[in-house]
């Protein structure tokens, strides 16, 4: 993907669905709304065409939403892409698969093509198409699925995990295909907009801190399947 950067916006350059840009001249553009100022625009060349990529100012303080009561700890995990404190399982996307198979096969006939060819290059094109499908597709199943949790609850609680480190192990390709850090990123603006409250906790002192008192009763081996709290 390559991108052309304008930081330079001209005066008066917004009318009703158009843009001035310093080098490209008018843009069409979606109607922007009252009270935002325009900082920096940027122009993307994708698989799906020519995107118009905004950076707007508001100035304004940003509601803060406190803790409400009713909680819920989401959990992120391969077998399971959410797992409610409540007792809910998200299971995997499967319709992907499909997609899958279509950009493997793809990738096979590419193999034996030459470079520098158009029909090497109409490939390149239906490959980069499917990427962008299965991206877009995957967005907007997270979009319907994080207000079914945001009704539940008035709280909620997510790990804090470095999703990078999980790109990095032998399910690279489990983890990233699921899209777990769009998810959580999601899961925050959607939140914020239905005022719940939304807070990272840490992944490693879970099952290590009694929270009624504040005891930390240390690490567990893995032949500990079960541990009583109330000794303390």
Known sequence: MRFYKDSQILKNCVEVNQIKLSQLGWVKSRNIQGGFELRQARILRGASGYLVMFSMQLKGNIPYVPFHWHPLEISLSLDKFFAISDGEFVDRPRFLNQLHRKIKLLQLRLRNKQTGY??????????????????????????????HFCDQAQSAFIENIDFRSWGRRILSKDS??????????????????????????DKNLISQIYINYGFHTGKKTFDVRKHNCFEY
């Open 118 to 147: 158009n029909n090497s290059y109409k490939l390149y094109q239906k490959i980069a198409q499917l990427y962008r499908r299965i991206s877009d597709t995957r967005k907007n199943w997270h979009f319907k699925l994080v207000p």
């Open 176 to 201: 990233l295909e699921d899209g777990f850090k769009r998810a959580v990123t999601i899961l925050k603006l959607v939140a914020w907009k239905r005022y719940v409250f939304i807070a990272e906790i």
